[in-house]
């Protein structure tokens, strides 16, 4: 049975980090950050990577829109919300209608990955998950 369910993820076009993600890279990433160094920071990685335009920018609501071109064409929704005073959590919503024989779940799973290693650099990770 897993194998059926590996094969319908496979070509999911549709990923959303959460807390409880049975993937745990694909967790809810929580920094030792205050809210505005982190929303800074995100949106500043967007604005210098090519590949993206930043659609809307929402400091109240704590949310970045992205279109991405490379490796396919793809919409991304960063949230951050404050969870305390110096931590802050990153979630991800990447969605995509572009269709690939090998599937799109995994090329939109290595680009949250990369996205969060961005981030890995710039501020320090507390935890992944409930578990932080």
Request: with cysteine.
């Amino acid at each position: 049975m897993s194998i059926i369910r590996d094969v319908f993820t496979r070509f999911t076009k549709k990923i959303e980090t959460s807390d409880n993600h049975k993937d745990s890279s694909l967790g809810t990433h929580y920094y030792k950050a205050t809210f505005n160094q982190l929303f800074k920071s995100v949106e500043e990685l967007f604005r210098q990577d090519a590949d993206c335009k930043i659609i809307t920018v929402s400091k109240d609501h704590g949310e970045i829109a992205v279109e991405i071109d490379k490796p396919i064409p793809c919409f991304l929704i960063v949230t951050i919300v404050s969870v305390r005073g110096l931590e802050t959590a990153v979630d991800f919503n990447i969605s995509s209608e572009r269709f690939s024989p090998t599937g799109t779940y995994p090329i939109l799973r290595k680009r949250l990955i990369s996205y969060y290693e961005k981030i890995n650099k710039l501020h320090t990770l507390v935890g992944i998950g409930k578990s932080s």
